[in-house]
Structures are given as structure tokens and as C-alpha cells.
């Protein structure tokens, strides 16, 4: 029951013995002093989305980078195979993790597989990218000086596409991030446990609770690999994400 205002603009009491302030919402309250109590089931719930995070990336960069690799000696065949992974990001984030249900049931697996086939793209387009379109000066040199072609791709080539690798996997990086939130819909965990629970409830801090720290987490992800990224970057080179 709401309670009433008195004439000083004070809130009264309700039957329950609570005031209600007029200028807040329910569940917005104290929302710093909410977040600050639930400190260690957060930094918990920040650590299972990591998790999940971490390991499909790691899957699918030890997947992507040496599809992009040999679809660089195929080339009439990268085309055709790029678009066909892209096509997995025409799939809205919660679509696909559905469709993962019956295939593999759920938990933790079936998300984990859903991360890693969003990963795969921005990893495997970007690896193609830049070995393909690695400084042509500097191959032709490696291949005066008498270097395979394995040579070549190894001390050259490679080198060169690092930054744009790594640009692949930081957009992978912070993709997943974000649909790792959607996983516990599937019982995976993570913060997007909080936000699930709070939709359900009509709770704002609980929902809050998982976005903020899920979006601080993406920042510094981003932030972080960024940083990686240009160090890898030979100078004069700019890549842009």
C-alpha cells in the first residue's frame, strides 16, 4: 500500500511501518550500498562470465586463425567459406543459444558453444585479411632472399597480420561479452544471472547489478587488448576496428 505525503512534504508511514519517498522508484534505492552488499556474489558471477568468455575465445581463435591461414594458399575458396561463418552473426545472440537447447541441452556447454561460433567470424575474416594483404614490398624481398613460401608466411606474413588478428579477436572479445549476459537464460551463469533474475522480479538494482559490471567489463576488455593491439602494430600502420 503506498503511503501518503504529509503537508511538509515528509513521506508517512504505511500500515507496514515504511515511508515511500516520492522522488525514487521501487528497487532504486541505495543502489551503490546494494551493489557494494552483493560484492562478492558479483566478483563470483564476474569470474563464471570470464570463464565462459575466455574459453570459447580460446576455441575459437585456435580454430579461426589456421582456417584464415590455409584459406590464404585457397584462395578461391575464402569467399565462400568466410561468408558461410558470417552467416552466424545474422543469428540474433538469443536465437541462437535457443537452438542450442535441443542439440546439447542446458548449462554451460551449449553456451559456450554458442560463443565460440560467434567468435569465429571477426577472427577468421581479419586473419584472412591481413596475411592476404600483408606488405607486398616486404614479401617480395622474403622471396629474393630465397624463403618458401612457409617461410614467407611464417617470418613475414604473419608477423605482419598480427595487429589485425588481434583486432579480430578484441572485437570477438567484447561481442562475447556481451551475449555471455544472455547465456544465463540457458543456466549458464554469469552476470547475466542477476539481470535474468531481476527482469523476472521487476527489480532494478538486481538488473543493474548485472549490466554495470558486464558493461566496466567490456570497457576494460576493449581497453586492455586495444593496448595489445597497438603494440603489435608495426609504426605507420593504423588498423581500424
Not at 5 to 12: I, Q, S, T
Not at 103 to 114: D, E, K, Q, T
Not at 163 to 176: E, S
Amino acid at each position: 500500500m503506498l503511503g501518503l505525503v504529509a503537508g511538509d512534504g515528509e513521506p508517512l508511514a504505511t500500515e507496514t511501518g515504511a515511508g515511500v519517498d516520492a522522488g525514487r522508484l521501487p528497487g532504486q534505492e541505495g543502489l551503490w550500498e546494494y551493489l557494494w552488499t552483493r560484492r562478492s556474489e558479483l566478483g563470483r558471477l564476474t569470474l563464471r562470465h570470464l570463464f565462459l568468455v575466455g574459453i570459447s575465445l580460446l576455441a575459437a581463435i585456435l580454430v579461426a586463425v589456421p582456417l584464415g591461414l590455409a584459406l590464404e594458399r585457397r584462395r578461391g575458396r575464402a569467399e565462400p567459406v568466410i561468408r558461410g561463418v558470417g552467416l552466424l552473426q545474422t543469428i540474433p545472440s538469443i536465437a541462437l543459444l535457443a537452438f542450442m537447447i535441443p542439440l546439447l541441452g542446458i548449462g554451460v556447454v551449449p553456451a559456450m558453444v554458442a560463443l565460440f561460433l560467434y567468435s569465429l567470424y571477426p577472427i577468421l575474416r581479419n586473419t584472412y585479411t591481413g596475411v592476404r594483404d600483408a606488405d607486398p614490398v616486404a614479401v617480395d624481398a622474403a622471396r629474393a632472399l630465397g624463403m618458401t613460401g612457409r617461410q614467407r608466411l611464417r617470418h613475414v606474413r604473419l608477423p605482419l597480420a598480427a595487429p589485425f588478428i588481434m583486432a579480430g579477436i578484441r572485437t570477438a572479445a567484447v561481442i562475447n561479452i556481451g551475449t555471455a549476459t544472455l547465456a544465463a537464460f540457458i543456466g549458464a551463469g554469469g552476470l547475466g544471472d542477476p539481470i535474468v533474475s531481476g527482469l523476472a522480479l521487476s527489480d532494478v538494482r538486481m538488473i543493474l547489478s548485472g549490466a554495470i559490471p558486464a558493461a566496466l567489463l567490456a570497457l576494460v576488455v576493449d581497453t586492455l587488448l586495444g593496448v595489445v593491439e597497438r603494440r603489435m602494430s608495426p609504426k605507420g600502420v593504423v588498423i581500424r576496428t
